[in-house]
């Protein structure tokens, strides 16, 4: 770690799904001060997410799930549309997401392609997120997708045009962050391009 930084005192407040601490710290200033302060720091883990495009077809596959903190923060509903994700365990970033990609829309990719990793909230989550990208066809459908059941996910699979995706980024439909990243990407590299 860095001689910038000294951790006085760590209270753990909770370790449910992850671990929220209460951290005081201290860090070193550009005029070599310090600075001392208190901040609620969550560590649910690290994770990865992908979006499944097929060119031939102009398409995206997305997932459309409940989200408690959404519904809390105004989400009517509390459903959600976004790209595949997972929390990576003890595993490496692309076989978490190959694995997830399978759980939760029934694909199985062959080739995925990292594009970028991102720490998502970096103000109180310890997390990064793995961003893939992979191609996909009708013959990699394997499952029935929807999620874990003993992990009670219940995971709509959607399949919609790239172009429609694209429009409920900007209508607010889709405001997910993840895949909103991962939609301007393959706008911007032209995954869908011909």
Same mark, same amino acid.
């Given at each position: 770690?860095?001689?910038?930084?000294? !951790?006085?005192?760590?209270?753990? @407040? =909770?370790?449910?799904?992850?671990?929220?601490?209460?951290?005081?710290?201290?860090?070193?200033?550009?005029?070599? =001060?310090?600075?001392? $302060?208190?901040?609620?720091?969550? %560590?649910? #883990? %690290?994770?990865?997410? !992908?979006?499944?495009?097929?060119?031939?077809?102009?398409?995206?596959?997305?997932?459309?799930?409940?989200?408690? +903190?959404?519904?809390? %923060? #105004?989400?009517?509903?509390?459903?959600? !549309?976004?790209? +595949?994700? #997972?929390?990576?365990?003890? $595993? &490496? +970033?692309?076989?978490?997401?190959?694995?997830?990609?399978?759980?939760?829309?029934?694909?199985?990719?062959? &080739?995925?392609?990292?594009?970028?990793?991102?720490?998502?909230? +970096?103000? =109180?989550?310890?997390?990064?997120?793995?961003?893939?990208?992979?191609?996909?066809?009708?013959?990699?459908?394997?499952?029935? #997708?929807?999620?874990?059941?003993?992990?009670?996910?219940?995971?709509?699979?959607?399949?919609?045009?790239?172009?429609?995706?694209?429009?409920?980024?900007?209508?607010?439909? !889709?405001?997910?962050?993840?895949?909103?990243? @991962?939609?301007?990407?393959?706008?911007? $590299?032209? @995954?869908?391009?011909?």
């Amino acid at each position: 770690m860095s001689d910038n930084v000294k !951790i006085i005192e760590t209270t753990v @407040l =909770s370790e449910n799904w992850g671990k929220l601490n209460k951290v005081k710290y201290e860090n070193r200033l550009k005029d070599g =001060s310090w600075q001392t $302060h208190e901040r609620e720091v969550y %560590n649910r #883990g %690290n994770g990865a997410v !992908i979006l499944l495009y097929n060119k031939e077809k102009g398409t995206v596959i997305l997932t459309r799930q409940f989200r408690i +903190p959404t519904w809390f %923060n #105004g989400n009517t509903d509390g459903m959600m !549309i976004e790209a +595949p994700a #997972g929390l990576l365990d003890e $595993h &490496d +970033p692309e076989e978490c997401i190959r694995r997830e990609t399978e759980e939760e829309t029934g694909y199985t990719v062959t &080739d995925v392609k990292k594009v970028m990793e991102v720490y998502m909230s +970096p103000g =109180s989550v310890t997390e990064i997120l793995y961003f893939f990208v992979a191609a996909y066809s009708d013959a990699m459908k394997t499952g029935e #997708g929807g999620g874990v059941e003993k992990e009670q996910e219940n995971i709509e699979v959607i399949e919609i045009t790239f172009a429609k995706a694209i429009e409920m980024v900007a209508s607010g439909e !889709i405001k997910d962050a993840k895949t909103v990243m @991962l939609l301007q990407y393959a706008q911007i $590299h032209k @995954l869908l391009d011909d």
